[in-house]
C-alpha cells in the first residue's frame, strides 16, 4: 500500500510570513495526526483528527497554527505568521482506526526552515 | 538529508554485536508502548510494539521488554547490521485516545 505523503519536502521562509504543508494519509485511514519534530527531540503531536473532525488541538498554537481536513481524507497544517522557532520538521501520520493501541504510520515530513 | 538528533545519546556497536536501547517512560498508565526507528530525511517507521500485560513481544531479530514496576522498556537487536543505524524512538500511549508521546531517542551507530 502507498505510504502517508507529504508536500513539500522542504521549505525555507522568512519570519512573519505564511506557509502552508499538505498530507494525504494511508488510504481508508480515519485518523490523521500532525506532529512536529525539533532538530535533536521526539516528535511532539499537534492536532488529531477522526475523519474530518478535530478529537484534540490541545498542543496546538493557535494563535498561529491552523489545520483542517475538510472532506475527512487530505489534510493542511498552515503558520501564520511564521516564527523562528517553529523551524521544524512537521510530520503527518496516520492509523486504521482512533482505537487505542494501533500503530500510527508517518509520512517523511516537511522540513521548515524560518531565517 | 538533514541529520536526526544531533545531540541524542548514541550507542555504537560492532557489526553482528547485540544491540539494546533503552526508554524510561513517564506514565505508569500507559498500556500500549512502540518502538520506532528514523533514518536522516524520513518519518518515524514502526518497529514492535507491545500491550501493558504483556512483558516481552519478539519480531524479526528484535524484542521489545516492558518492566512496569520501574516504568522501562528496551529493545534488542540480534545481529545488528549496517542498516540498523538510525536514531530510535520509544513512545507511550497514556491518554484516552490513541495520542503517542514519544521519548527523547538514542542515535545507533554501527560500526563495520
Known amino acids: 500500500e502507498a505510504g502517508v505523503a507529504q508536500s513539500p519536502r522542504y521549505k525555507i521562509i522568512e519570519k512573519r510570513q505564511s506557509v502552508a504543508f499538505w498530507c494525504n494519509p494511508i488510504?481508508?485511514?480515519?485518523?490523521l495526526y500532525w506532529y512536529q519534530q525539533i532538530l535533536g527531540q521526539g516528535p511532539k503531536l499537534l492536532i488529531q483528527f477522526q475523519n474530518n473532525g478535530v478529537v484534540d488541538d490541545s498542543q496546538l498554537p493557535k494563535d498561529r497554527f491552523s489545520a483542517e481536513r475538510l472532506k475527512g481524507v487530505d489534510s493542511t497544517l498552515k503558520i501564520q505568521p511564521a516564527k523562528l522557532e517553529d523551524s521544524a520538521v512537521y510530520l503527518c501520520?496516520?492509523?486504521?482506526?482512533?482505537?487505542?493501541?494501533?500503530?500510527?504510520?508517518f509520512g517523511n515530513g516537511t522540513r521548515l526552515t524560518v531565517t | 538529508g538533514e541529520s536526526v538528533g544531533l545531540h541524542l545519546p548514541t550507542l555504537s556497536v560492532q557489526e553482528g554485536d547485540n544491540s539494546i536501547i533503552n526508554c524510561a517512560y513517564s506514565n505508569s498508565a500507559s498500556d500500549y508502548f512502540i518502538w520506532y526507528k528514523q533514518e536522516s530525511g524520513k518519518g518515524p517507521q514502526f518497529i514492535i510494539d507491545i500491550r501493558s500485560n504483556m512483558d516481552k513481544r519478539q519480531g524479526q531479530r528484535v524484542t521489545v521488554l516492558l518492566n512496569k514496576t520501574v516504568k522501562h522498556l528496551s529493545l534488542q537487536i540480534a545481529a545488528t547490521q549496517p542498516g540498523d543505524s538510525a536514531v530510535y524512538f520509544c513512545a507511550e500511549n497514556e491518554g484516552a485516545g490513541n495520542m503517542l508521546t514519544f521519548g527523547g531517542g538514542t542515535r545507533l551507530m554501527v560500526k563495520p
Open positions: 488510504s481508508g485511514h480515519a485518523t
Open positions: 501520520a496516520s492509523s486504521s482506526d482512533r482505537a487505542r493501541n494501533s500503530p500510527l504510520h
